[in-house]
């Protein structure tokens, strides 16, 4: 079975600061990994995915995420936070069934 | 341009009554999909459908139908069976690969009084 663990259901950080969101998953098989972005009221928006072809990946708005086979992860980040980042961003998994589990979803505050 | 619409963006029921949230896509995708969202549970799977005219239950399915009787429209209906049915339900669609990503809808507010 697959899950996902996104770990802090709050994050806040400075304007300016490292943004780090952590995504755990587990899956029996080499899975495919999504972060998305929800802005209040609005549907989610892909901000990058792993699909095995490069473990580093970079996505819209700055952020990239680094997939670790060793440790299950697969943690957001972004050099300097800026105002407009706060939202909730959710991690996703699918193992190939085209069914995706989502995180809890981690809610970023952006400090002034 | 492509994308997913729902309707409406807010939606007041009494309680008991059946209420149809609607989805409709241009990007000529395959699969279809139907999430709830409450605070702090992420989002949970109510039914997908991958092919016209098939359906599959998700996770959360007790309470809810759906049908896909076109390609491009999946729409969601909760039954009075349900019994929370407060709750912000999105849209979702892609093609039938499970590394391309899906593309999700603005969203429907229900609020059921």
């Known amino acids: 079975a697959q899950s996902v663990t996104q770990l802090g259901s709050h994050v806040s950080v400075s304007e300016g600061a490292l943004v780090l969101l952590r995504c755990n998953y587990s899956?029996?098989?080499?899975?495919?990994l999504f972060w998305y972005v929800q802005y209040p009221n609005q549907g989610l928006q892909l901000l990058l995915k792993?699909?095995?072809?490069?473990?580093l990946v970079k996505g819209i708005n700055g952020f990239e995420a680094e997939f670790k086979k060793s440790e299950t992860s697969f943690h957001l980040t972004k050099p300097s936070a800026h105002m407009s980042d706060a939202a909730e961003y959710f991690c996703a998994v699918d193992s190939g069934t085209y069914k995706y589990i989502f995180g809890t979803g981690t809610r970023l505050k952006v400090l002034a | 341009d492509g994308g997913i619409t729902q309707s409406p963006k807010y939606l007041f029921r009494k309680e008991g009554q059946n209420v149809t949230l609607s989805c409709e896509q241009n990007?000529?995708?395959?699969?279809m999909y139907w999430y709830r969202q409450d605070p702090g549970q992420g989002l949970r799977l109510i039914y997908y459908?991958?092919?016209?005219?098939?359906?599959q239950k998700g996770d959360i399915a007790e309470g809810y139908s759906v049908s896909r009787e076109k390609k491009e429209s999946f729409p969601l209906t909760v039954t009075s069976a349900q019994k929370n049915p407060t709750a912000f339900y999105l849209c979702?669609?892609?093609?039938?690969?499970?590394?391309?990503?899906?593309?999700f809808g603005s969203g429907t507010r229900l609020t059921v009084v």
């Open positions: 899956s029996s098989v080499p899975p495919y």
């Open positions: 990007l000529n995708h395959d699969a």
């Open positions: 459908s991958q092919i016209v005219n098939d359906f």
């Open positions: 792993y699909t095995s072809a490069a473990t």
């Open positions: 979702a669609s892609s093609i039938v690969e499970a590394s391309y990503g899906y593309t």
